[in-house]
């Protein structure tokens, strides 16, 4: 079966530090990746998308970036957090999308 | 700009109660609308419409795409506390490579 890992599961990291979010997905082969961001009390907006190695797609121009460096691994990356980067990250994934999304269990990231 | 808009953004009921959420949508290229349901993290998946008209029910909850009016509605009857949740909408588009979501409802059902 398939399982998506997502860490660290929360993060406080004070601003002008990097960051470096994992995911990995386990049991499938060429997923479509994804990287989105939830505000508090907000919906989920889609930061990033990627449907294979070294391809990927920015949906929000912003301090953030991503990188696929394996088939099965999705990486969020920031050189310099900002506060506004707080919120909650999550990781997705879909080998077949008619069949919707299955979520990664999240980031929290504070930057203080 | 694309985008999906869900209503109301916050319910309170009492258990027993039956709630309708309601998500309108403007995206080109369009394929189907997603409902997941958020408790403390990741979303989990409740239905996927991509037909008009035809409802889909997974035991207390139903929900019916219109895509002549561009609008779908997720039904939840006799809730109970454990319906207590962030609803999602979501719009998937034709090329199938990413999904848009609303701002969500934040369900609270009172005992």
């Known amino acids: 079966s398939q399982t998506i890992h997502q860490w660290p599961a929360t993060l406080v990291q004070p601003v002008g530090s990097p960051l470096s979010l994992e995911c990995t997905v386990e049991g499938t082969s060429n997923p479509n990746l994804y990287w989105y961001r939830q505000a508090a009390g907000r919906g989920l907006q889609l930061l990033f998308y990627?449907?294979?190695?070294?391809?990927i797609s920015s949906e929000v121009p912003q301090n953030l970036s991503a990188s696929r460096p394996q088939d099965r691994q999705f990486i969020l990356s920031s050189k310099k957090l900002l506060l506004s980067d707080s919120g909650f990250y999550l990781c997705?994934?879909?080998?077949?999308?008619?069949?919707?999304?299955?979520f990664g269990s999240g980031t929290r990231l504070t930057v203080v | 700009e694309d985008k999906v808009v869900q209503s109301p953004l916050s319910l309170v009921v009492h258990e027993g109660d039956t709630v309708t959420l309601n998500c309108s949508y403007e995206v080109t290229n369009f394929r189907s609308l997603l409902w997941y349901k958020q408790e403390k993290k990741a979303p989990t998946f409740l239905f996927m419409l991509t037909s008009s008209g035809i409802e889909k029910k997974s035991g207390r909850l139903s929900s019916i795409l219109d895509k002549k009016e561009l609008f779908s509605i997720l039904n939840i009857t006799a809730t109970q506390t454990g319906d207590s949740a962030i609803y999602l909408c979501?719009?998937?588009?034709?090329?199938?490579?990413?999904?848009?979501f609303g701002s969500g409802t934040r369900l609270s059902i009172r005992p």
């Open positions: 997705a994934w879909s080998r077949q999308l008619r069949a919707g999304y299955t």
């Open positions: 990627s449907v294979g190695i070294g391809q």
């Open positions: 979501a719009a998937l588009y034709s090329s199938a490579s990413k999904i848009i």
